[in-house]
Structure formats: structure tokens, C-alpha cells
């Protein structure tokens, strides 16, 4: 299958941590334009994101300047259902990947971001009780109705993965994905190298391991930054954090890394890992250290 014209900037700016920023809307609106300004276009977003907050956050900063719309690409998720205490009527945690729901959850998407359209929208979790030709279907009228104009994944195995894309005419431009030193089971599942096949860009999120790399009491945390903090001088990198992001850039699925912070330093030190190159040497080092043994 043919890659898809959708384009991913070489990182993406990851906004579930948004509500809990603290930022004036004035504030919001200069992190996405220094995003932008850093070549970082692609704005990565999920429905229930900061309890269905962080949305409309963004969307609140965007109307202040509506024009920036054209210099961007919007991701956003949908698919879940938490317990919430601002949804009352749910009492479990579930999925949900009917038809009606996706539709109704673009819909409201949509207004919370202040957008007429998604660039792409990806069913957050894989559906036990997904029935692929009803999210094709509602993929078909969001298509036809200009709401949503590429689709994809997000965490879906390859047998998942390959039944919903069954099902459509045009190709899952992605599969999101947890990636990192600490997280490597798509390196060995084959989730990657579908990715690969289908010349199809993984996103990768939780890059920095949600900072479980610095615990200083998991041995595997211990060995992987030991390792990393000598590469990163080997190489001139600020700090690990960059030989990180260029471990999980070498893979040849090419996956985009997010990311997902508001201090804008750090945003520009994700960002310049890009000039940064590791050997193979350096890369296994990297494997050898989170499996805790050479390669056979």
C-alpha cells in the first residue's frame, strides 16, 4: 500500500498535560506559535484530554488568532469513555467505537478546538467490541462531510490494525504508539515493522518514559541512564533526553516522537536532538541496557 500524502512534522506537540499548565490563554496562544515557530506543526490532542479540558484550552488560545489554523495540523483521538466525575452517567471505564459515537465526538471536538476540521483523527484504544465496518462507516460520512480528512490509530496491534484498514479505501496514515528505552515491545511484536511495510510514520508517545528513566532505584532505569549519560557525551548532547529522542528517531519506521511539555527550553531541546546522530554501536548500547543483555 502507497504511503499517504499526510505529512507529519519531525516532532509533534503533545497537549494532554495542557489543563494542569497554569497559562493564561494569551499565554497558550505564544507556546503555539514558538511551537510553530520551531517547525513543530503537527498539534497532537485526545478528546478526554485533561478531563475533556484541554481542547477547549487550546481552542480558546487559537480563536485569538484563528489565522495560525493554516500553519498547522490537528490530531485528535477519541474512542474512550472514563468514569469521570464530570460525566455522572458512566460508572465504569469503557470503550466506545460505534458509529454514532465517533461522529458525535468530532463533532464536539471540533467546537472545542475551534476548528472546522481535523487533519487526522485516531480511535485512541483498540475496542474489544470494535465492529470495523461501523468505524468505517463513520470515517466514510466525516470524510464526505469535510470534518476529518485522514484517519488512524492509536496503541492497535497488527492483526487490529490490519481489520480495521480491511474495511477502508484509503490507507491508516498512522498507529500512535507507547515508545521509548523503557517501552520496547513494538521494536520486537512487529508493530514497527508493519509500520515500515505499509511506509506508514509511527507516532511515538511517552518517549521520556514519563521520567521513570531518572528513578534511581529501578535497576533497569539505573543501567539505562548510565548508559544514556555517556552517550550524551560522546556525542554533545545537552542532556539524555536528546540521546533519547535520536534512539527512537534512528528506527527506520521513522517514528515522529511527541512531545509533550510547556516549558518551551525544553521544547527547543527535543527539537535540536534532530542534528543529533548515534552509531549502531551507540543505539544497541541503548537496547543492552533497558533488556539488561547483549543481542544473541
Not at 484563528?66 to 483521538?77: D, E, N, W
Not at 471536538?109 to 485516531?122: E, G, M, W
Not at 533519547?244 to 525544553?266: F, H, K, Q, T
Request: contains cysteine.
Amino acid at each position: 500500500m502507497s504511503e499517504s500524502h499526510f505529512t507529519f512534522s519531525e516532532f509533534v506537540a503533545g497537549f494532554w498535560r495542557m489543563e494542569s499548565w497554569d497559562m493564561t490563554p494569551m499565554q497558550r496562544l505564544n507556546l503555539i506559535e514558538q511551537y510553530l515557530e520551531l517547525g513543530v506543526t503537527t498539534m497532537d490532542h485526545a478528546d478526554i484530554y485533561g478531563e475533556y479540558q484541554c481542547e477547549t484550552l487550546f481552542g480558546e488560545a487559537l480563536a485569538l488568532k484563528p489565522a495560525l489554523r493554516q500553519q498547522m495540523q490537528i490530531v485528535s483521538k477519541c474512542g474512550i469513555k472514563p468514569a469521570f466525575a464530570c460525566r455522572p452517567e458512566r460508572y465504569v471505564n469503557h470503550y466506545d467505537t460505534s458509529c454514532e459515537h465517533i461522529i458525535a465526538s468530532v463533532e464536539h471536538s471540533l467546537k472545542q478546538l475551534n476548528t472546522d476540521y481535523l487533519d487526522l483523527l485516531l480511535i485512541h484504544r483498540p475496542d474489544p467490541l470494535m465492529d470495523a465496518d461501523a468505524v468505517a462507516e463513520a470515517f466514510k460520512i466525516l470524510k464526505q462531510a469535510g470534518k476529518v480528512q485522514h484517519f488512524g490509530v492509536s496503541n492497535f496491534t497488527n492483526a487490529q490494525f490490519s481489520l480495521l484498514q480491511s474495511r477502508l479505501d484509503a490507507p491508516l496514515v498512522t498507529n500512535q504508539v507507547e515508545l521509548s528505552p523503557l517501552a520496547m515491545s513494538t521494536l520486537h511484536d512487529g508493530t514497527l515493522d508493519l509500520c515500515q511495510q505499509r511506509r506508514i510514520r509511527p507516532m511515538a508517545w511517552s518517549c521520556l518514559a514519563g521520567g521513570k528513566i531518572f528513578e534511581t532505584t529501578n535497576p533497569q532505569a539505573v543501567r539505562l541512564h548510565q548508559t544514556l549519560k555517556l552517550i550524551a557525551e560522546q556525542v554533545g548532547a545537552q542532556d539524555i533526553s536528546q540521546v533519547i529522542y535520536a534512539w527512537v528517531r534512528m528506527l527506520p519506521s521513522r517514528p515522529v516522537p511527541l512531545i509533550g511539555s510547556g516549558n518551551i527550553e525544553r521544547i527547543k531541546r527535543a527539537v535540536a536532538s534532530n542534528e543529533i546522530q548515534l552509531d549502531r554501536q551507540q543505539w544497541f548500547s541503548i537496547w543492552q541496557a533497558s533488556m539488561g543483555h547483549s543481542v544473541p
